[in-house]
């Protein structure tokens, strides 16, 4: 993908992808090219976010496993000789929970998502008043 978004004319041959010259617009607006982020809660996951990603997308549901999975990744990092300050970590489906977003931050996760149900807006809006004041 980073041939495709930064070159006009893309070839790229390597183990598990292989391709002829292409052309592809439009290009990103993000320059280079947008972050990649990886999601997935695994050892190889992790190795991958370190060895090619710009951050870590993990599954919030379950903070322990965000914060045990975190330790994880600094470590691997280190051992790479990677700076964490170019990785960020964005917690997807993070429960409105102030507690979480407090060891979540301490932590060093740069966003927590947060759910929307499909609802009418009678239903969201109050939700969304609720995150907002988590979030202040």
């Known amino acids: 993908m980073k041939e495709i978004w930064t070159k006009d004319v893309a070839e790229f041959h390597g183990q598990f992808v292989n391709f002829d ?3 592809a ?30 951050g870590w997308y993990p599954r919030g549901r379950a903070p322990e496993k965000v914060l045990e ?19 960020t970590v964005s917690a997807f489906a993070t429960p409105p929970d102030k507690k ?20 009418p807006r009678d239903k969201v809006l ?3 008043d609720q995150y907002a004041k988590l979030i202040r």
Do not use: H, N
């Open 21 to 23: 010259p292409i052309w």
């Open 25 to 54: 617009w439009p290009k990103p607006e993000q320059k280079p090219y947008p972050p990649i982020l990886l999601g997935g809660e695994s050892g190889y996951t992790l190795q991958r976010v370190v060895d090619f990603c710009d």
């Open 69 to 87: 999975g975190l330790k994880d990744l600094k470590a691997r990092a280190a051992k790479a000789g990677r700076d964490m300050k170019t990785l």
């Open 100 to 119: 979480v977003l407090d060891d979540f931050a301490a932590a060093g996760v740069t966003r927590s998502i947060f759910l929307l149900p499909p609802e």
């Open 126 to 128: 109050p939700l969304l």
